[in-house]
């Protein structure tokens, strides 16, 4: 029968192995992400028609629904994401642009928000890289000390984390890009949804109530706007 020293000594020399099972179980959400799929769009509570046109929206900003969509809370790092999905019932063609829409923050101060940049997706996963990477350093600078690993095996197994936190955050950048609704035509009878990204410029603290959205798409047949303008609220501070 093994002395408890014994005990702690095996499970000590285990510490690297223990924390890589943490790590991957921690670190594995993008694995399941998963695009969002679209309702009909009658079918929302945000849904406008306009000759013959559709086009619903979905605020995201609940915490937890951006937590299981996007595998970041976008409402944090001062992002609202919005689902839209665009339905052509007519016989015109549609164009769709990000740079016709924008987002209005009315409160104590008036804001506008725009749809950001794939730069700005990028930026807003740098912070899980520092959490899930600093983890894992400090984890295996723990396992590595612990376990009597020589000098020269650290720099190798505390670089698995903090490769495995980058190749996380690069999965969530490109899962945001996949699932943004791209600038295209909508032809007769097409379908379209993705989510829009809004950021204000000056990257103020979204901290408001009242939120519209506006929308302007061009009618091809005679080049005239289309607008569309939803009014919604969220409740100030956590946005839900």
């Known amino acids: ?37 679209p309702k009909p769009a ?30 970041v809370n976008l409402i944090s790092k001062e992002i609202i994401p ?3 999905v665009v339905e052509n019932n007519c016989e ?29 997706k990028t930026e807003v996963t740098k912070d899980r890289v520092k959490t899930l990477g600093g983890i894992g350093l400090a984890w295996g600078a723990v396992g590595t000390i612990a376990s009597g690993f020589t000098v020269i095996g650290v720099p190798g197994i505390l670089l698995v984390p903090l490769l495995s936190a980058v190749n996380e955050s690069q999965n969530i950048t490109q899962h945001l890009v996949n699932s943004e609704l791209p600038d295209q035509t909508i032809a007769s009878n097409d379908k379209s949804s993705g989510f ?30 289309v607008c569309f303008i939803y009014y919604f ?3 100030k501070g956590d946005s839900r």
């Open 92 to 120: 015109n063609t549609f164009l769709i642009e990000k740079k016709q829409m924008s987002l209005s923050c009315f409160d104590s101060l008036d804001h506008k928000l725009y749809a950001i940049d794939n730069n700005a």
């Open 42 to 71: 009658n079918q929302y509570a945000f849904c406008n028609k306009i000759e013959e046109l559709t086009i619903s929206i979905d605020p995201y900003l609940e915490s937890n629904r951006n937590e299981d969509t996007f595998g």
């Open 1 to 37: 029968m093994r002395s408890l020293a014994e005990i702690v000594i095996l499970l000590t020399k285990h510490i690297p192995f223990i924390f890589f099972l943490i790590f991957l179980c921690f670190g594995c959400v993008s694995s399941k992400l998963q695009r969002v799929e």
């Open 233 to 235: 609220s969220a409740i």
């Open 196 to 225: 829009l990204y809004f950021q204000a410029n000056d990257h103020v603290n979204i901290n408001c109530s009242n939120l519209t959205l506006t929308m302007k798409v061009i009618n091809l047949s005679n080049n005239r706007d």
């Open 82 to 84: 919005i689902f839209v």
